[in-house]
C-alpha cells in the first residue's frame, strides 16, 4: 500500500524556474546533489533507447526512502556524470514524456529534489541543499531561483 508523502513544495523550499532543456538540466544535475543521489523517472513513455538505458542502470527500490506516490515505484538511477551525460544526450534526441513525466532525486534518507511535469512547472528543491549550489546550477542552466515559503 502507497504511503501519502509530503510533497517538497508543501513545506518552505528551493523554487527554481522550469529548465526547457533536459540536456543542460542532466549536464548540470551531478554538481548539485549530493554523491550517492538517486534519479527516480516516472510516468515516462519510454522510448526504446530510454526503456535499454532504465533496464541497464536501474537500481532496486528495496533501500529507498519513503516518497511521494508517483515515486515509490519508479525506476530509480543512480545520479553520477556517466548516466546524467547518457541521459543529457538522450533528451537531445527525445521529447521530455520519452523521458519522464515527473522526476525526483532522493538520498538515502529523503527526496531533495522534486520536478513535476517537465519543462512546464517550476523545480522544487529541499532547503537542505545549500544556497550557493543552487545558485550554481539555476545559473548553469540559465534560469532564476528563490525561496518559497
Not at 523517472?41 to 519510454?46: P, T, V
Amino acid at each position: 500500500m502507497k504511503q501519502n508523502v509530503p510533497y517538497l513544495f508543501d513545506n518552505p523550499h528551493w523554487q527554481v524556474d522550469p529548465v526547457l532543456d533536459l540536456d543542460i538540466f542532466f549536464a548540470n544535475l551531478p554538481g548539485m546533489v549530493p554523491p550517492e543521489s538517486v534519479l527516480c523517472l516516472a510516468e515516462g513513455s519510454w522510448s526504446k533507447e530510454g526503456k535499454v538505458f532504465i533496464r541497464t542502470h536501474m537500481q532496486p527500490n528495496s533501500a529507498a526512502p519513503s516518497l511521494p506516490s508517483e515515486f515509490q515505484d519508479a525506476p530509480r538511477i543512480p545520479v553520477n556524470k556517466e548516466t546524467m551525460l547518457t541521459l543529457s544526450e538522450m533528451a537531445t534526441r527525445h521529447a521530455a514524456p520519452e523521458i519522464a513525466i515527473h522526476l525526483c532525486v532522493c538520498t538515502r534518507d529523503t527526496s531533495i529534489l522534486e520536478w513535476y511535469d517537465l519543462t512546464g512547472d517550476p523545480i522544487t528543491i529541499s532547503l537542505s541543499v545549500p544556497e550557493v549550489e543552487v545558485a550554481r546550477f539555476a545559473g548553469k542552466c540559465g534560469v532564476r531561483f528563490r525561496i518559497q515559503e
